[in-house]
């Protein structure tokens, strides 16, 4: 009975971890894979595989294995950033395609391939794995000269916030983490998803830098004191914390993801950017794709430069909305380098400030006022209709505004 309570604890654990990671959809090989699993030695990444090449899933191994889930529940908080940070969630938001990009498909590689059950890609063997600087002046063989974009560096450090609390700590010593991560930190995988059961599901990702394991945090550093604009791939990110650093080392901003399938995370900033660092809080490793970064003189492509720019990061949404309210508008670009949502975006702001539950009247007059105004330059400049701009009046009067936002 014991055994096979030991033995359904392991299948549960390997089921529930297989549905967290898709990429690889393993055949019914079970000899194989134990084999495998025994031949990975000591460093595996990944505490589960310990737990199931040795049987013991019981007392304190599976202590540190709660500890571990525990470090994943801790709430953060999601976004702390000022006026001069806009985040971005999705390549067309950030709208932008001049910057320069590290995409790693220049790589010297042998297609070299492993996984581990229940399906965490990891360079077990270390055929791949490098040390932990990347860089144009560290290629470690693992690109030619000249084919790695300059101006970038990919480090690796302790995550020693995730480390004060983790069973790595009582395996290890910080100076063998350490070793570990300096000699084995990276590896750039080009890796097929493959599905046995049904053929047509298969296909190949790009290349992609991962980490070899998951007690490091990432550091991207900008050789130039002239980066605004950063933005990369990040799939299967969980749990992510990104630090944003201007060139001083000063922190200017946090984020915040919990977004398990694919991330696309983006940054602009009126301060320079010096560094970001990403760490992580779950069973997984991190990998980046298409990294792009340097300096963009007009975030949002209006033809008016930043600093002269008062909405430099414009809502660039295609249709003109008050709430849900729709007039058949086209969200058109309006004086001072903002488009005609930036603006009702700013006066739906400056009202709501000034609202403390007692001045409802006054200010939804002012507002509807104001918005008569920024309507007419609108009716002015050839934007919109007299028609169109009484069915805006019409809407903001019956609109609830002010409102309290949090």
């Not at 690796?156 to 995730?162: A, G, H, S, T, Y």
């Not at 290890?172 to 070793?179: A, F, P």
């Not at 550091?219 to 799939?235: I, M, Q």
């Not at 975006?345 to 400056?350: C, V």
């Amino acid at each position: 009975m014991k055994h096979l309570r030991i033995i359904t604890l392991a299948l549960l654990c390997g089921a529930f971890f297989t549905s967290c990671e898709k990429d690889v959809i393993a055949p019914d090989n079970t000899a194989a894979i134990s084999k495998e699993t025994k031949e990975m030695g000591s460093k595996i990444p990944f505490p589960l595989q310990e737990f199931m090449r040795t049987g013991n899933l019981m007392g304190a191994s599976f202590e540190k294995m709660q500890l571990h889930s525990k470090m994943v529940e801790q709430n953060y908080s999601n976004r702390a950033y000022s006026s001069d940070i806009t985040f971005f969630d999705s390549k067309e938001a950030f709208n932008n395609n001049t910057l320069p990009i590290e995409d790693f498909e220049d790589v010297i590689t042998d297609g070299y391939y492993s996984w581990t059950n229940p399906g965490y890609f990891t360079d077990v063997n270390y055929t791949n794995s490098f040390p932990s600087i990347l860089n144009e002046n560290n290629l470690h063989g693992k690109f030619n000269e000249g084919d790695f974009t300059p101006g970038i560096s990919f480090e690796l450090e302790l995550n020693q916030e995730l480390l004060s609390n983790s069973y790595w700590r009582e395996e290890y010593s910080d100076e063998e983490l350490e070793e570990m991560m300096q000699n084995y930190g990276w590896y750039i995988q080009d890796y097929n998803v493959t599905d046995y059961n049904n053929p047509e599901n298969n296909f190949t990702y790009t290349k992609q830098l991962f980490t070899n394991y998951d007690y490091t945090s990432i550091v991207l550093k900008f050789s130039e004191n002239s980066v605004n604009s950063v933005s990369f791939d990040a799939p299967y990110a969980w749990n992510t914390i990104y630090k944003i650093y201007d060139i001083a080392g000063n922190l200017i901003a946090t984020d915040n993801t919990q977004n398990y399938f694919s991330v696309y995370w983006g940054i602009t900033s009126k301060v320079s950017i010096g560094k970001i660092i990403i760490s992580y809080f779950d069973v997984s490793y991190f990998r980046l794709d298409n990294v792009s970064f340097g300096n963009n003189p007009d975030f949002d492509n209006d033809g008016v430069a930043n600093e002269d720019d008062m909405y430099p990061n414009s809502n660039l949404s295609p249709s003109f909305m008050l709430f849900h309210t729709s007039f058949g508008i086209e969200n058109q670009l309006g004086r001072n380098g903002g488009t005609m949502m930036d603006q009702l975006e700013s006066l739906l702001a400056a009202i709501n400030a000034q609202y403390n539950g007692s001045n409802y009247n006054t200010l939804h007059r002012k507002f509807t006022t104001e918005l008569a105004k920024l309507s007419y330059y609108w009716y002015k400049d050839r934007l919109i209709t007299s028609k169109q701009r009484s069915a805006i009046s019409a809407a903001a009067y019956s609109a609830d505004v002010p409102m309290f936002v949090d």
